[in-house]
Protein backbone atom coordinates (compact mmCIF):
# COMPACT_ATOMS: atom_id res chain seq x y z
CA UNK A 1 0.00 0.00 0.00
CA UNK A 2 1.48 3.70 -1.01
CA UNK A 3 0.61 6.16 2.06
CA UNK A 4 0.93 9.43 0.81
CA UNK A 5 0.20 13.35 2.01
CA UNK A 6 -3.23 15.52 0.13
CA UNK A 7 -0.01 18.21 -0.27
CA UNK A 8 1.48 15.48 -2.36
CA UNK A 9 -1.01 13.84 -4.35
CA UNK A 10 -2.03 18.11 -5.11
CA UNK A 11 1.37 18.29 -6.38
CA UNK A 12 1.94 15.47 -8.18
CA UNK A 13 -1.70 15.97 -10.07
CA UNK A 14 -0.90 19.78 -10.73
CA UNK A 15 2.36 18.81 -12.12
CA UNK A 16 0.09 16.69 -14.86
CA UNK A 17 -2.23 19.34 -15.81
CA UNK A 18 0.10 21.90 -16.10
CA UNK A 19 2.41 19.67 -18.45
CA UNK A 20 -0.66 18.20 -20.34
CA UNK A 21 -0.74 17.54 -23.14
CA UNK A 22 2.67 16.22 -22.94
CA UNK A 23 3.18 13.55 -20.20
CA UNK A 24 4.13 14.63 -16.71
CA UNK A 25 7.03 13.10 -14.33
CA UNK A 26 9.15 13.07 -11.56
CA UNK A 27 10.08 11.57 -8.19
CA UNK A 28 8.87 12.18 -4.42
CA UNK A 29 12.20 10.79 -2.39
CA UNK A 30 11.75 10.15 1.34
CA UNK A 31 14.34 8.33 3.79
CA UNK A 32 16.06 5.68 2.79
CA UNK A 33 14.43 2.23 3.87
CA UNK A 34 11.03 4.25 5.33
CA UNK A 35 8.84 3.97 2.14
CA UNK A 36 7.98 7.57 3.14
CA UNK A 37 7.34 10.23 0.24
CA UNK A 38 8.43 13.71 1.72
CA UNK A 39 10.36 15.30 -0.99
CA UNK A 40 8.65 16.39 -4.46
CA UNK A 41 10.71 16.33 -7.28
CA UNK A 42 9.01 17.33 -10.40
CA UNK A 43 11.56 16.64 -13.34
CA UNK A 44 11.63 17.89 -17.19
CA UNK A 45 9.86 15.37 -19.78
CA UNK A 46 13.31 15.20 -22.45
CA UNK A 47 10.69 13.61 -24.93
CA UNK A 48 8.30 16.33 -24.58
CA UNK A 49 5.54 14.01 -25.88
CA UNK A 50 1.87 13.51 -25.24
CA UNK A 51 2.36 9.58 -25.16
CA UNK A 52 5.82 8.75 -23.82
CA UNK A 53 7.84 9.97 -20.87
CA UNK A 54 12.10 10.04 -20.33
CA UNK A 55 14.59 11.84 -17.84
CA UNK A 56 16.98 13.43 -19.17
CA UNK A 57 19.91 11.20 -18.16
CA UNK A 58 22.13 14.27 -17.00
CA UNK A 59 18.61 15.63 -14.79
CA UNK A 60 18.56 11.65 -12.85
CA UNK A 61 22.33 11.82 -12.76
CA UNK A 62 22.48 14.96 -10.37
CA UNK A 63 18.85 13.74 -8.68
CA UNK A 64 20.50 10.08 -7.88
CA UNK A 65 23.84 11.62 -6.41
CA UNK A 66 21.49 14.37 -4.70
CA UNK A 67 19.29 11.46 -3.50
CA UNK A 68 22.21 9.48 -2.32
CA UNK A 69 24.07 12.75 -0.29
CA UNK A 70 20.91 13.37 1.56
CA UNK A 71 20.37 9.37 1.97
CA UNK A 72 17.09 8.95 0.60
CA UNK A 73 15.78 6.55 -2.33
CA UNK A 74 13.20 7.25 -4.84
CA UNK A 75 9.84 6.19 -3.01
CA UNK A 76 7.77 7.36 -5.97
CA UNK A 77 8.10 7.19 -9.46
CA UNK A 78 5.17 8.94 -11.38
CA UNK A 79 4.60 10.09 -14.28
CA UNK A 80 1.25 10.96 -16.20
CA UNK A 81 -0.96 9.04 -18.97
CA UNK A 82 -2.60 11.99 -20.93
CA UNK A 83 -5.40 9.74 -23.36
CA UNK A 84 -5.23 6.47 -21.61
CA UNK A 85 -6.72 5.08 -18.39
CA UNK A 86 -3.81 5.39 -15.67
CA UNK A 87 -2.43 2.30 -16.65
CA UNK A 88 1.36 0.86 -16.96
CA UNK A 89 1.91 0.45 -20.63
CA UNK A 90 4.66 -1.86 -22.21
CA UNK A 91 7.28 0.90 -22.32
CA UNK A 92 6.63 2.20 -18.71
CA UNK A 93 7.05 -1.97 -17.69
CA UNK A 94 10.38 -2.75 -19.57
CA UNK A 95 11.42 0.93 -17.90
CA UNK A 96 10.61 0.33 -14.47
CA UNK A 97 14.30 -0.77 -12.76
CA UNK A 98 12.91 0.47 -9.15
CA UNK A 99 11.49 -2.61 -7.73
CA UNK A 100 10.79 -1.15 -4.40
CA UNK A 101 9.06 2.04 -5.71
CA UNK A 102 5.78 2.49 -5.92
CA UNK A 103 4.97 3.43 -9.49
CA UNK A 104 2.27 6.32 -10.05
CA UNK A 105 0.32 6.95 -12.86
CA UNK A 106 -2.20 9.76 -13.13
CA UNK A 107 -4.41 10.29 -16.35
CA UNK A 108 -5.57 13.81 -17.70
CA UNK A 109 -7.64 12.29 -20.15
CA UNK A 110 -10.30 14.17 -18.51
CA UNK A 111 -8.66 17.46 -19.52
CA UNK A 112 -9.89 16.47 -22.73
CA UNK A 113 -13.01 14.90 -22.12
CA UNK A 114 -11.45 11.36 -22.90
CA UNK A 115 -12.41 9.96 -19.49
CA UNK A 116 -12.47 10.07 -15.93
CA UNK A 117 -9.72 11.39 -13.87
CA UNK A 118 -7.54 8.90 -12.18
CA UNK A 119 -4.64 8.83 -9.33
CA UNK A 120 -3.40 4.82 -9.04
CA UNK A 121 -0.27 3.54 -7.65
CA UNK A 122 1.72 0.28 -9.15
CA UNK A 123 4.39 -2.20 -7.82
CA UNK A 124 6.31 -3.21 -11.22
CA UNK A 125 9.38 -5.99 -10.38
CA UNK A 126 10.60 -8.18 -12.91
CA UNK A 127 7.62 -6.70 -15.17
CA UNK A 128 5.03 -8.11 -13.11
CA UNK A 129 3.01 -4.92 -12.69
CA UNK A 130 0.69 -5.03 -9.26
CA UNK A 131 -1.74 -2.54 -8.46
CA UNK A 132 -1.68 -1.40 -4.61
CA UNK A 133 -4.03 0.76 -2.38
CA UNK A 134 -3.83 4.21 -2.33
CA UNK A 135 -3.92 5.92 1.61
CA UNK A 136 -3.96 10.08 1.81
CA UNK A 137 -3.45 11.38 4.57
CA UNK A 138 -3.24 14.94 5.94
CA UNK A 139 0.08 14.07 7.53
CA UNK A 140 2.59 11.42 8.44
Do not use: W
Amino acid sequence: MLTITQALVDRIVAHARQDHPDEACGVVAGPAGSDRPERFIPMLNAARSATFYEFDSGDLLKLYRDMDDRDEEPVIIYHSHTATEAYPSRTDISYANEPGAHYVLVSTADADDAGPFQFRSFRIVEGEVTEEEVAVVESY
